[in-house]
């Protein structure tokens, strides 16, 4: 595994997951809120580790999907079509998150197959009073359908390999913790401020730009390629006109 190649992939991802964090409060934050309100007759500190249970809990699955990604990338040798499509998803994803643009919601339309059957698994744990319960509830929740996760997960699935897609995952689980976390602890203001269109916006053309470098890096590979070949060829040509001939005598 190429660490000099995939170090700069975990940081890519944190910041995409931290900049998309504003859906997150949205599809996930709502549910932090309600377990925070469910707890709040413990102490502060009961209730901060109930949360950050859940979220270890959403993160863990998160790096399982990231793996089975991973692994399947594999199986394509990890080509440059992955991370084609990859690009193309964080795009969409940008888009998705500024809401000029919504068919990521196809992709989640997709996902709410599966996730009917996990949702009511989730009913029995509430409500939460230890810290097993919340981290079971945060596994479940990982798989909520959601087309930031979706787009994440091409990305996960470009890198080829289970470790680094499960890692991959699970530092754009990270990016997301912040914010999750402050909005279950009844954080209104940062909410309202990620929530802001003037904010997704900005933060969703950094996305965009990020879909648009993981476009770019398999192209220029490919043209420096073909650059390389041709000049090659230009060596050769050349090199020939330049050997001396030798003569008989």
Not at 6 to 35: E, R, T, Y
Not at 185 to 211: D, H, M, P, Y
């Amino acid at each position: 595994m190429d660490l000099s190649f995939i170090n700069p992939v975990f940081v890519s991802i944190f910041v995409i997951g931290f900049l998309g964090s504003g859906h997150c409060v949205g599809m996930c934050g709502g549910i932090a809120s309600a377990l925070s309100f469910a707890i709040s007759d413990s102490s502060a500190a009961r209730r901060a580790v109930i949360l950050l249970s859940y979220n270890l809990g959403r993160i863990v699955s998160y790096g399982v999907m990231g793996a089975l990604a991973g692994w399947l990338g594999l199986q394509f040798g990890g080509s440059s079509i992955l991370r084609w499509l990859a690009g193309f998803l964080l795009i969409a994803m940008g888009l998705y998150l500024a809401g000029w643009w919504r068919g990521l919601v196809y992709l989640e339309q997709g996902g709410a197959f599966i996730w009917r059957y996990i949702q009511p698994l989730g009913k029995n744990l509430i409500p939460l009073k230890t810290i097993p319960k919340a981290v079971l509830l945060g596994l479940l929740w990982g798989w909520l359908p959601c087309g930031m996760v979706y787009s994440a997960l091409a990305y996960a699935a470009a890198q080829g390999d289970s470790v680094a897609g499960g890692a991959v995952m699970v530092s754009f689980g990270l990016g997301t913790l912040p914010a999750v976390f402050l909005s279950g602890w009844a954080a209104s203001g940062l909410k309202t401020l990620l929530q802001k269109q003037i904010v997704r916006s900005f933060f969703a053309v950094i996305i965009i730009l990020f879909g648009c470098w993981t476009l770019w890096m398999p192209l220029s590979s490919i043209l420096g390629q073909g650059g390389h070949g041709h000049h090659t060829s230009s060596d050769r040509s050349s090199t020939s006109e330049q050997q001396p001939q030798h003569h008989n005598h």
